[in-house]
């Protein structure tokens, strides 16, 4: 190449500034020599000479032989000798020539650089045409020499407004001026192309080299490369550079001996060195013997097949490490230019972790089977030792070897714990054993206790520890001794330690991890709630029935508005049980009845008397009251529980003197409050029951102002409300004596605790609830707590249609209208014919027996309300029309349709309404259709 000047002449197109940025010097000096290589060596296809060129006989363009270059000034020979490739040094053609310092002119194999870059020669005569035309020119162009031969380059290939630039720079050219430059260009059009059809674009470097013909008339030589091809090449080059260079990944190339040609720097990193240090190794340096034969043999089958291998799996350890490590590995064949195979890449990613990860994933599966099987087995009977003997079945020898059981002996005496002997060392009586490997327990330890042996364990001891702290404590194991882990893990039920729970492995086993610490604790929690369970059923079984049905709201209490939060803490097993509850009572339009009572007392009677109120607070709740009227009733009927003649006859008595017995009369303290969604007022009633506490947002608690009155059961005052307006996000709180009053706390005491216990009400409701409980005394045991906990959700002004109809008979379709433009704008779509057929019946008998304006309000929550307001007092009722009647059955398809409906009273009149199910509710609508047919 050092005929081609290290500098090229002046060049006035721009294009030769985009030459630089397209192409490197090492690049386009390779391309270039190439090219110059195919342009000047004289074979006999090398070159197409048409009738009209010149004959030339031997002779050939001279710039190989005369020609000196500027910046060397050697003179280049034509090659001799025979050829050896670059790459293998070996034998790859014959070509003549003479070496030219420690240099030889060679040919190249397949696959070489010049298989990917388009070079391609053809020499201009003095006439400015083209007298030679390549091989490569050819394929470059898609232009055959004898179509080429004779053309003009800058007519046949410059668009029309670079033709005149182009004359001036071939002029230049042959009068014996070098030139070189990116040039935009166009193909001529095919000769069978169509009128006005034109060829394709192309960008090409050129280096026009001027000659002299045997005639001693100016000629060129011109080399031409693909500019786009090299474009191609460079980013090639970059991505291959990433690869070796920047990639997270392993990355080797290995030849079609399976041995590493290359590998990247993350590959050498892993296993030490430098990336030239694994050149020519194989994969036996790498793996096990075992592990590199299944690679070798899968390297050659994807060499032979040319089958790629997806997420191989590979094991073997790195130099410095005893880690096992693994690796996911993904090979496939490369291919030269030409298609030649020339061997396998390798791509590995290491995934030890994910190994790892999928291990701990399959523990934590076990564990989980291993829990469901306790869930499944254990607590399927009432009795405690069989309680105990399925927690053994379960853990051996799933979970371990041997395992034994012991309860405290006052417990299963039906006796709380003595304080004495909360220390760990009071009596416990051995209730099961079971061993997978022996019959006798902890062979090599502390001699065996028989089942049903009492015994207890010493103070220091590991046993009692665990037992006096409520943790799990890992007790060592005797060298010569069988065993060779033990888990000691307290039986905790409730906030109490019924028993412990004994887990062992022999020796040769896994020993005892965190995860089966974990496992441990809630296997014996699980098993300690069954023997609890099973301990008060023992004891106390109708107890349990009464609280079971009649103490707390069935499943997890929802209302609309109100985000809602309880808990019901009973005293303890050797108090009696008493007569506090708590309700949540969902009422039409969207508002929530919220309750809380005490009934006074203990026992079972207490129980019952407040399983009663409960049942009449719910009934007088669907009546839809007043809380005033509700707590009114429920007076009556306390006062109806103690007299075999009911509320009646306790009305009669109670204008006589009455010497009856006192532990007859039930009393009881009630808190009711009704809250609106829609308006986010909420009215409250008092009978005697402690304050509500209010926490406004960014406000400290306080005690609402609420006229306590006279508790349920004494008669003869009625009871004031008092309605209030709660704040977006305002706490609510409702609650019962026990939590705020002790016999060591006075109840102004525990109130101010309460209401400072309230100091961060943002926090979730369930948060909430856990923080109170804990900051007050709340384990004393002498009552029953109940607290319900409300934060205030008003429903948003987007889901509340409201509408003022005149009376008049338009206002039929109006309300249709409006409820229909509505529904559209909530994408109700299914639910707009059943709510117009609706609104119209109920809106028709608003206009025909009520009184007044009428008013029309949509609301939507996780149902859709219905309401239809009027002046008038008459409540609606519905009838069987008969099958002459013409009227009658409006009532009847708005409760064929309807979810629910009904009335209520107002203030100024009466509300009918009625709701629907949301169509994502899992609720299949009626068909409107059907309905009304099935009323005839």
Known sequence: MSEIPAKATESEDPSDGARAEATGD?????????????????????????????????????????????????????????????????????????????????????GSIYDYIKVASFSIGADGLVDQWSLRAEQLFGISAQRALGMDPIE???EPDQRERGQRKMAEILDGREWTGVVPFRMPAPEDAADGERGAEGLAEVYVMPTTTEDGERAAVCIVVDVRTLRSIETDLAA??????????????????????????????????????????????YLPRSEAERVAATLRRVLETGNSITDMHVTGFVPGSDERRHWSINLYRVHSGTGRPIGVAWLGTDITSRRAAAREAAAARRNLALLNEAGARIGNSLDLETTARELLDVVVPGFCDLATVDLYQGLLAGDETPRALADGSAELRRVAFASAVSDAPFVGGPAPVAVGAVHHYPFNSTCADALRTARPQHVPAEDSGLIQSTLAVPMVAHDTVVGLAQFSRTKGSEPFGERDRALAVELAARAAVCIDNARLYRREHERALILQRSLLPPGDPEASGLDIACRYLPGNAATEVGGDWFDVIELPGHRTALVVGDVMGRGLRAAVAMGELRTAVRTLALLDLEPAEVLSALDEIARGLGTPGGVQQATRAARQPRDADLSEVYLATCVYAVYDSVTRRCTFANAGHLPPVLVEPGESALMLDVPPGMPLGVGGEPFEEVEVELPEGALLALYTDGLVESRDHPLDEGLQAFVGALTDPSRPLEDVCDHVLNTLDTHHGEDDIALLMARVQGLPADSVGDWTLPREPRSVGRAREYARTQLTAWDLEPLIDTTELLVSELVTNALRYGEGEIRLRLLLDRTLVCEVWDAGLVQPRRRRA???????????LVGLLSAAWGSRRTPRGKTVWFELPLPDAGTTLTDPAEALLSLF
């Open 26 to 110: 090492s690049a386009v000096a390779g391309a270039t020599g190439g090219a110059r290589r195919d342009a000047m060596t004289a074979q006999p296809g090398d070159a197409r000479t048409g009738p009209t060129a010149r004959p030339r006989g031997d002779a050939r363009p001279e710039p190989m032989g005369g020609p000196v270059s500027e910046p060397t000034g050697e003179p280049v020979s034509e090659p001799m000798g025979d050829p050896v490739s670059e790459s293998t040094g070996d034998p790859v053609g014959e070509l003549t020539g003479e070496p030219v310092g420690d240099a030889m002119w060679q040919s190249s194999p397949p």
């Open 156 to 158: 046949a290939f410059f």
């Open 240 to 285: 291959s550079q990433s690869i070796f260079g920047q990639s997270p990944f392993g990355f080797l190339l290995i030849d079609t001996d399976l041995r590493v040609r290359r590998v990247n720097k993350r590959f050498a990193s892993v296993f030490g060195g430098n990336v030239e240090g694994h050149r020519g190794r194989t994969v036996h340096d």
């Open 882 to 892: 008969r099958d002459t009647d013409e009227g009658g059955r409006g009532l009847q």
